[in-house]
């Protein structure tokens, strides 16, 4: 389509060793809660000593707060918002991957507005409620080439009462006013997660890429993206210290993350995040993977896009694909290449009994993607996915 909107006002500042300019950049506010995780990394590996030093020499206070798991939850979005007003927080800096660069969004919200996080949330047994103030500013510094939130207005947060797990926000003003992306900070990043969140980037580009609401803009960023991972993403799980591939992954994470802004992921993502609001230690992208083929096969058997798997399968590696059923096959050579091609639901507790409770909980949590499928998906189809997915 010759049709599309893009609003991404968001500052990019990309490249190995940026981190050290931070401090010359413009900061939104004078104190800042930091975000980090409930692990070790960002102290480990030096991350969180030099974010702090960089915003102390742009003349930032901090004050740190590290709750965030795997899968941010409903709780530990609510404690951060209440230390960042209980400390007089005026913006908030996200410094890791997407978990903790969604929750921080999330929080950026509660910090200035009254309720619960789930008064705001639309879908599900979300009140759906707007908004009463702006959220507080943002800065980003991603840790992982997985989720793209750096680059949107958007985080995924999980209600732990319910099982619910949903996207939260959508509003203008939670785009980080300033992402950092500086590979160098992935290198620590173990090969396991490595691919995990590499299978994270090209899901967002591919399904934005077969997505109704797909445009030439968004054609543009998605089929570079699914280039790159073709080309660097099993180098980067293979070699760690590989910078030419963890730039380009880097790279092909954030423009993917712009690509969702532009058109709209399609039910794949409403299925895995259901599955890992019922199981939360599934990472969110090992679950895309094991029903990546299943999910994307029910397309290519209804011929829904043909012309689009077939340059997806080029993207990716395959030259000389001619038929659709080619990107299936490109998609298991690269899950073999990385060491995810034997992951398996049963590891993680799930079973087909949970099969439609599951179908059930993505249609009712996250059913507005399923308006961007290139054809139709019923609930009874989503069993079949996950049937046909289940080792």
């Known amino acids: 389509m010759m049709s599309f909107q893009m609003y991404v006002p968001t500052r990019f500042i990309f490249g190995n060793g940026r981190l050290d300019e931070l401090h010359e950049q413009s900061m939104p506010g004078k104190k800042a809660l930091l975000v980090i995780s409930n692990g070790k990394s960002a102290r480990n590996s030096g991350a969180l000593s030099r974010t702090e030093e960089q915003l102390k020499m742009a003349g930032v206070e901090t004050v740190i707060f590290d709750g965030i798991g795997a899968n941010p939850t409903k709780t530990s979005v609510m404690a951060g918002a209440a230390a960042a007003r209980e400390n007089g927080c005026d913006f908030i800096v996200a410094l890791g991957g997407g978990s903790v660069m969604d929750a921080s969004k999330a929080m950026a919200m509660m910090a200035v507005n009254d309720g619960d996080l789930w008064d705001y949330v639309n879908g599900g047994t979300g009140k759906g409620k707007p908004l009463e103030n702006q959220a507080l500013p943002v800065v980003c510094i991603t840790t992982t080439a997985g989720t793209g939130s750096e680059a949107d207005q958007w985080g995924v947060v999980t209600n732990e009462d319910t099982h619910e797990k949903i996207g939260v926000g959508g509003y203008d003003c939670l785009f980080p006013v ?30 934005s890429y077969i997505s109704t609401f797909a445009s030439v803009m968004s054609d543009m960023y998605a089929v570079t993206a699914i280039e790159k991972v073709g080309e660097y993403l099993a180098r980067a799980v293979k070699d760690g210290g590989d910078m030419e591939a963890r730039e380009n992954m880097a790279f092909a994470n954030t423009i993917a993350g712009i690509v969702m802004t532009i058109s709209v992921t399609t039910a794949q993502h409403s299925i895995e995040q259901a599955m890992s609001g019922f199981y939360p230690d599934l990472p969110h992208g090992a679950g895309l993977i094991m029903i990546s083929k299943a999910f994307f096969g029910f397309f290519v058997e209804k011929h829904a896009c043909d012309e689009r798997f077939i340059k997806m399968a080029q993207a990716l590696g395959m030259k000389e694909a001619q038929e659709p059923q080619d990107f299936i ?7 073999e290449a990385c060491g995810v091609a034997d992951l398996k639901m049963s590891d993680y507790g799930i079973v087909p009994d949970d099969f439609e409770k599951i179908a059930k909980s993505a249609r009712e949590t996250m059913g507005g993607l399923y308006a961007a499928n290139p054809s139709v998906l019923t609930d009874e189809d989503c069993v079949e996915i996950l049937r046909k997915s289940y080792r």
């Open 329 to 335: 096959t490109a998609l298991a050579d690269l899950q």
């Open 178 to 207: 300033l992402s950092v992306i500086d590979p160098e900070l992935m290198k620590s990043v173990p090969p396991e997660f490595t691919a995990y969140q590499g299978f994270d980037t090209l899901f967002h580009a591919v399904e």
